[in-house]
């Protein structure tokens, strides 16, 4: 069984296969027409949905859905991860990354962060000038900054440690 988590709120348990599926032990009947490998129009209970896949992150298992207009975010949790969440061992995958490393060498052109600032994953760092280009340092997880070792104007080399988180 399938557990579905949408908008984190909003728990289904799915079961069954393609053709014929139970959502909370009740079972579901719809009627599908695929418009494009992203589209797909669904008939329930003489109702009509117009369902488009946004976006979709394998690695997270999250997926946003448009549904007549309206997105929502979604999380599977398939019987594998409720597993190892039933045995204590759901966090396993999760690297905490308690450095950010120069990806080339370069010049620090700005310092978005401080100490102690939260970051979310996706947050802009520090901007990076390398061979003519600005690149901008993304963090790649959710956590505190602990030291900023660099400053505006800094040369770096390759992998140097240019952050260090909590």
């Known amino acids: 069984m399938d557990k579905i988590e949408v908008n984190k709120n909003i728990i289904f348990n799915i079961s069954g296969d393609a053709t014929k599926f139970h959502v909370n032990d009740q079972p579901v009947e719809l009627d599908?027409?695929?418009?494009?490998?992203s589209e797909t129009h669904i008939l329930y209970r003489n109702q009509s949905f117009n369902v488009e896949v946004v976006e979709v992150n394998q690695q997270d298992k999250t997926c946003k859905i448009k549904v007549n207009g309206t997105i929502y975010q979604t999380k599977v949790e398939d019987r594998f991860d409720q597993l190892l969440k039933n045995l204590g061992m759901d966090n396993l995958n999760s690297n905490k990354v308690l450095e950010m490393k120069a990806p080339?060498?370069?010049?620090?052109?700005?310092?978005l962060v401080?100490?102690?600032?939260e970051v979310?994953?996706?947050?802009?760092?520090?901007?990076?000038?390398?061979?003519?280009?600005?690149?901008?340092?993304?963090s790649t997880t959710d956590g505190t900054v602990s030291k900023?070792?660099?400053?505006?104007?800094?040369?770096?080399?390759?992998?140097?440690?240019?952050?260090?988180f909590k």
């Open 32 to 37: 599908l027409i695929d418009i494009s490998a």
């Open 104 to 111: 080339m060498p370069g010049m620090v052109l700005k310092v």
């Open 114 to 117: 401080n100490a102690g600032d």
């Open 120 to 138: 979310k994953k996706g947050d802009n760092l520090l901007i990076l000038e390398a061979m003519k280009m600005e690149n901008i340092l993304k």
């Open 148 to 164: 900023v070792l660099v400053k505006q104007g800094d040369k770096v080399e390759k992998n140097q440690i240019l952050i260090q």
